[in-house]
């Protein structure tokens, strides 16, 4: 089975441009997570979609949004780049059910290195 | 206090050794623990992952979780120079997949 695809693998941008990551999830699986990973921060919680809707959302500013299509590919979006914005950022699918509170296991793509000038 | 809080090393122990990692978390309502390695500039690899109290095996990987102590730890035996990493440990806290990530250990195994 194939794993999680990620595109572009790397991205450079300027500052107050827009970006648009993609990420394609394992086959059967309906969650998509996103995740910044920076030196400084490590790696943070974007934001969740599963069945085409946003479950969970992380502590970052309105310029970071996604959404979800009907064969589970996710894409997020980032307008107005600042340069804090440079990152590495993870896409991870799941099967995406849950069982009392407990949730499932979570694959990681190889990720889009975003680097703004 | 951090949500998810990690040694970050490095963690140096000679080849064929017990390499033991750790992590604490802050919530106790959290249910789902995991254990992920990432190389250098390569994204997380699932280790383990563990739910209930108590140690699970997985060939040289021991996870264990002690909730009432709000500590994960991760065992492995005879290290290899190839397990040198950086190894996460990510909590679910709430309702859905949202992973909340301890900064890392690093891991390196001499040989």
């Known amino acids: 089975k194939a794993g999680v695809t990620q595109t572009p693998r790397y991205l450079i941008k300027t500052r107050g441009q827009q970006v648009t990551l993609s990420c394609s999830p394992i086959s059967g699986h309906r969650s998509v997570s996103w995740y910044q990973q920076t030196p400084g921060q490590g790696l943070q919680f974007l934001f969740e979609?599963?069945?085409?809707?946003?479950?969970n959302k992380g502590n970052f500013p309105g310029r970071f949004s996604g959404r979800q299509f009907s064969n589970s590919r996710s894409e997020m979006n980032v307008s107005t780049l600042e340069l804090g914005d440079s990152a590495l950022y993870l896409c991870a699918s799941s099967l995406g059910g849950l069982a009392g509170g407990v949730s499932d296991t979570q694959y990681f793509g190889p990720g889009t290195r975003l680097t703004v000038l | 206090q951090k949500e998810v809080e990690q040694n970050s090393g490095p963690l140096s122990v000679p080849e064929g050794a017990i390499a033991s990692l750790n992590c604490t978390y802050s919530?106790?309502?959290?249910?789902?623990f995991f254990w992920y390695r990432q190389y250098s500039g390569k994204s997380p690899e699932l280790i383990m992952f563990?739910?209930?109290?108590g140690d699970k095996e997985d060939g040289r990987f021991t996870a264990q979780l002690n909730k009432a102590s709000q500590y994960v730890s991760l065992l492995i035996r005879d290290s290899q120079p190839s397990d040198s990493a950086t190894y996460l440990c990510?909590?679910?806290?709430?309702?859905?997949?949202?992973?909340?990530f301890g900064a890392g250990t690093i891991l390196r195994v001499k040989s």
């Open positions: 979609y599963f069945s085409e809707t946003q479950r």
């Open positions: 563990i739910y209930s109290n």
């Open positions: 919530d106790r309502g959290s249910q789902s």
């Open positions: 990510a909590v679910n806290i709430r309702y859905g997949n949202k992973l909340v």
